[in-house]
């Protein structure tokens, strides 16, 4: 007699939670993160690589200080991504959706009677991540807990309030800067920019609160008129990476009064 078939194992008893952890140091997990940590049975977390090694040993970290016991951690290889492709959209579309499969198998070998999985997700999960957006295609239900950004760790260590009184703030990419600019944004944070695209400004226009590796002991500050501190800037941040094999910084430019 051949073997019954396997059972279709399906993900309705399965949970998730999508937790923000903070941008580098374990003291900026707030308490309702620590009490989601705790509900969870499974962690999965991308693994993007050795160069990435670091954001994994770090959100060890994150659940060393703030769970007891010996959280499970698995990692799930990244699908890879095209670095430069001529649709960016679909691109990304179509690296989220392998993700989504990927995360979904996960899921079920490691949650075969259901339970909750959880995902330690970098700052805060509405800030230019995607596991949000994965998880709606995995098809699990989900919660979200927030998490303190990269952007409030900058506001905060440089004192700022990312607004002058009245005015709006864009949050947005290096590659999207300019259009930003063009369109007569004043205040503007600057995120995933691997090669200071504030560079291609005017840089006697504006002025800049730059910080990388914020809450890691590798943390840097430099703050100025834009065409001062540039050079500073960029020696800095080779040198973080340098130290560190990675570097992520984001910076507030604010548009001086004409
Ligand atoms: C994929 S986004 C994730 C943002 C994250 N969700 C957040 O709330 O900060 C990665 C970008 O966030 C910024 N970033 C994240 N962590 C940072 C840190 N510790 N210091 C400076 N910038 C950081 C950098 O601009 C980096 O390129």
Redesign the pocket.
Known sequence: MPDPPAPVVELVETRALVI?IG??HPDQVTVEAINAMRRVDVFLVADKGPEAADLVAIRTEVLRRHVTGQPRLVTVPDPARERSPRDYAKAVDDWHAARAVAYRQAIRDQLPGGGTVGFL?????????STIRVLDQVGVPYDVVP?V???Q??AARHRLVLNRVGEAVTVTTGRRLLEAVHAGRDNLV????GSLACADLDVDGWDIWW??????PD?VLVAGPLGAVLEEIRKARDAAKQSRGWV???YLLRRRPR
């Open positions: 923000g941008a580098g997700v970098w700052g805060d999960p509405s800030l230019y991540d998490g950004s990269s952007v760790v900058l600057v995120m995933l920019d910080g990388a590796n914020l809450g890691t943390e992520m910084d984001t």
